[in-house]
Nanobody, 115 residues
Framework: QVQLVESGGGLVQAGGSLRLSCAAS????????MGWFRQAPGKERDLVAT????????SYAESVKGRFTISRDNAKNTIYLQMNSLEPSDTAVYYC????????WGQGTQVTVSA
């Protein structure tokens, strides 16, 4: 069974940057499309970025387009989310999973953006 471990979150001022990582263990996920989700307090868990199994195709929610970049390193079984120009509205717990949410959720990583 695949296990997901997210890391890289923290507290940052508005306009700052963070790079999140999601490492998968237990089974290679190189053949799967993957995504980053986020959940703010009291809100649904939303998909914000996806990447194809090869990394050749990416898509983003409108709210993060132009600011976030998803990437992957299949040799390391890891996906990344580079977040630039962060805004207070980006504050949330960030999770990775397949777009269909097929893998048990990891613990997520908290991102807090101060004004």
């Amino acid at each position: 069974q695949v296990q997901l471990v997210e890391s890289g979150g923290g507290l940052v001022q508005a306009g700052g940057s963070l790079r999140l990582s999601c490492a998968a263990s237990g089974r290679t996920f190189s053949s799967y499309a993957m995504g980053w989700f986020r959940q703010a307090p009291g809100k649904e868990r939303d998909l914000v970025a996806t990447i194809s199994w090869s990394g050749g195709f990416t898509s983003y929610a409108e709210s993060v387009k132009g600011r976030f970049t998803i990437s992957r390193d299949n040799a390391k079984n890891t996906i990344y989310l580079q977040m630039n120009s962060l805004e207070p509205s980006d504050t949330a717990v960030y999770y990775c999973n397949t777009p269909s949410k097929a893998i048990p959720w990891g613990q997520g990583t908290q991102v807090t953006v101060s004004a």
